[in-house]
């Protein structure tokens, strides 16, 4: 993994409007409407698996967006208010989870991964034990 990733999450009945960066050096900054910036650190093990699913998703062709017509790309709104998107980045591709379904598996390890780390740093943010709980993937 050469370059940080992005996950970013919108919708829901709470309106969410998060966004969690990791970087390659293990540090996760979990950014959300109305609340400071939280980082944390993901741990080595849970590092090294995004690491490996980050280059494998690179090189992967890039999943097709599901399109509204053949002419048109379709608008990344939210058809229903209450539903939540995730928007993954990896080097320059950008991906919704709704495109992955017939992807390269290593674009759902990948948005699986990133999703547990948002998580856990929003957890640990709360002031939850996310860091000593069995399967917390950050501290």
């Given at each position: 993994m050469n370059s940080s990733l992005s996950l970013h999450?919108?919708?829901?009945?709470?309106?969410?409007?998060?966004?969690l960066v990791v970087d390659a050096d293990g540090s996760?900054?979990?950014?959300?409407r109305g609340k400071e910036p939280f980082t944390c650190s993901?741990?080595?093990?849970?590092m090294s698996r995004i690491a490996a699913a980050a280059d494998r998703a690179e090189k992967a062709p890039r999943p097709r967006?599901?399109?509204e017509d053949t002419k048109k790309k379709r608008k990344l709104r939210t058809p229903t208010p209450d539903t939540i998107h995730l928007y993954l980045t990896v080097g320059e591709k950008q991906i919704?989870?709704?495109?992955?379904?017939?992807?390269?598996?290593?674009?759902r390890d990948l948005f699986d991964l990133m999703?547990?780390?948002?998580?856990?740093?929003?957890s640990l943010r709360k002031g939850g034990d996310g860091?000593?709980?069995?399967?917390?993937?950050?501290?």
């Open positions: 999450r919108t919708g829901g009945v709470a309106g969410f409007d998060d966004q996760a900054t979990l950014t959300s993901v741990k080595s093990a849970t967006a599901h399109e919704s989870y709704e495109d992955v379904k017939s992807a390269d598996q290593s674009y999703n547990d780390v948002m998580s856990s740093a929003s860091a000593t709980r069995s399967g917390s993937v950050c501290s």
